[in-house]
């Protein structure tokens, strides 16, 4: 059975600090992906990362960036200078061969205090 | 280009009305899902569509949930007899096909039951 954790109730950081948000996930299968949304008050889930199993390299997207670790399955975000748009609440999910949709963690609210 | 479509996006309705959710996904996108956010339960699965097959729906809570998907395009998530525990917000995502593509999700429609 597939299962993501994000321990990380809430956060609250001040801008300009980084945080990072954890997620650690379950699965029995060797081919699977994961997957970071973002969910801003407004509601809508946005699209942030994929990655594949098979592919451990980190990953930069201007102040973001992914932590891939198989060995201790987790999948981690990290948010550098942090500032107030990035308030949300952050979600991973998982995708395996076993199930087409994705499995969720409870996600991670994220509060940037100006 | 359009992204996934929702209506409406707020309902109200009576303890035991039924209720019919309107998803219209990205044009091209061959994969539908529907899930559904509460506060007790996070995100959850409820079914998926792709192409011709026949859907997944193993993620529906009970009988009084159903859903269709006409010509491919459009989706429908029809709730019976609706209660109180099925408050929470409706999400309709869609994809690119079947491989492990990430979902695009529309805005959700809140659906609250009196």
């Known amino acids: 059975a597939q299962k993501v954790t994000q321990a990380q109730t809430e956060i609250s950081v001040v801008e300009k600090e980084d945080v990072t948000l954890d997620c650690v996930y379950e699965?029995?299968?060797?081919?699977?992906?994961l997957f970071w949304y973002k969910q801003p008050p407004s509601g809508e889930l946005v699209f942030l990362i994929r990655?594949?199993?098979?592919?451990?390299q980190n990953e930069i997207s201007g102040r973001y960036s992914w932590n891939f670790q198989k060995s201790t399955s987790s999948f981690n975000f990290t948010i550098t200078a942090s500032q107030v748009v990035d308030s949300a609440v952050y979600f991973c999910?998982?995708?395996?061969?076993?199930?087409?949709?994705?499995?969720f963690g409870s996600g991670t609210r994220l509060q940037v205090q100006p | 280009g359009a992204g996934v479509s929702q209506s409406p996006s707020n309902k109200v309705t009576e303890k035991g009305k039924d209720v019919e959710l309107r998803c219209d996904p990205i044009?091209?996108?061959?994969?539908l899902y529907w899930y559904r956010q509460s506060l007790g339960q996070g995100l959850e699965f409820l079914i998926y569509f792709q192409g011709n097959s026949a859907p997944d729906k193993s993620g529906l809570p009970s009988d009084r949930f159903s859903a269709e998907r006409t010509g491919g395009s459009v989706s429908t998530l029809t709730i019976q007899r609706t209660q109180q525990e099925d408050s929470a917000v409706y999400l309709c995502?869609?994809?690119?096909?079947?491989?492990?593509?990430?979902?695009?999700f529309g805005p959700g429609t809140r659906l609250t039951v009196l």
């Open positions: 999910a998982l995708r395996d061969t076993g199930r087409r949709a994705l499995t």
């Open positions: 044009s091209g996108h061959t994969a």
């Open positions: 990655r594949n199993s098979f592919d451990e």
């Open positions: 699965t029995r299968d060797t081919t699977y992906y």
């Open positions: 995502a869609s994809s690119l096909g079947d491989n492990y593509n990430e979902q695009f």
